[in-house]
């Protein structure tokens, strides 16, 4: 059974540009959520989508945002990057939304503004 | 606002030597606690969800207990493929969604 994949696994921009991270949940997995780690901060919520629609929101500028396609696959894009937004972006997949079971993180696409 | 905080920030340990980590959280309501293992490099595993106070359970050298204010995961006779990062995670009751709020973890280092 394929786990949950994230691509790229590794990216470096240039502040002020933009960036497109993919991630594709576990079959049948209809839920995904993302997630920033970085050193500072620990692991912070981004958003989480389920059949296309935004569940819920974390506190992140509205440069910070994201799509889920009709296959449950998700991406998520950062507008206007600022070095602060380098990290380990994670995303995690789930068969349902409100629930408290079954979350499967990905490796993570680690970005690097420079 | 839901918080988790997790102690000690690291801990080195001696192969077999047992330990415990500490995850204090404050939530509204709890639907679920979870504890996840992350090694370098890589995406946090699942280890345990943990539902209501006095729910314990267990895996291979490791044991997960939840009280109405905090839970602890027991490692015992740790080997060196025990060394990670062990991440504690809350989510509310009244959360739409699927959302966890992380603590800042535990970097477990095991010394053969």
């Known amino acids: 059974k394929a786990g949950v994949t994230q691509t790229p696994r590794y990216l470096i921009k240039t502040r002020g540009q933009q960036v497109t991270l993919s991630c594709s949940p576990i079959?049948?997995?209809?839920?995904v959520s993302w997630y920033q780690q970085t050193p500072g901060q620990g692991l912070q919520f981004l958003f989480e989508?389920?059949?296309?629609?935004?569940?819920n929101k974390g506190n992140f500028p509205g440069r910070f945002s994201g799509r889920q396609f009709s296959n449950s696959r998700s991406e998520m894009n950062v507008s206007t990057l600022e070095l602060g937004d380098s990290a380990l972006y994670l995303c995690a997949s789930s068969l349902r939304t409100g629930h408290s079971y079954g979350y499967t993180f990905g490796s993570g696409t680690r970005l690097t503004v420079v | 606002e839901d918080q988790v905080t997790q102690s000690p920030e690291a801990l080195r340990l001696q192969e077999g030597e047992s330990s415990s980590l500490n995850c204090s959280y404050t939530?509204?309501?709890?639907?679920?606690l979870f504890w996840y293992r992350q090694d370098p490099g890589k995406g946090p595993e699942f280890l345990f969800t943990?539902?209501?106070a006095g729910e314990e359970k267990e895996k291979e050298r490791l044991k997960a207990t939840l009280t109405k204010k905090e839970s602890f995961l027991h490692i015992t006779a740790p080997k060196p493929e025990d060394s990670a990062t062990y991440l504690c995670a809350v989510q509310a009751l009244g959360a739409a969604g699927n959302k966890l709020t992380f603590g800042g973890g535990t970097r477990v280092l095991v010394k053969p």
């Open positions: 989508y389920f059949s296309e629609t935004q569940r």
């Open positions: 939530v509204s309501g709890l639907r679920g």
């Open positions: 943990l539902y209501s």
């Open positions: 079959s049948g997995h209809r839920s």
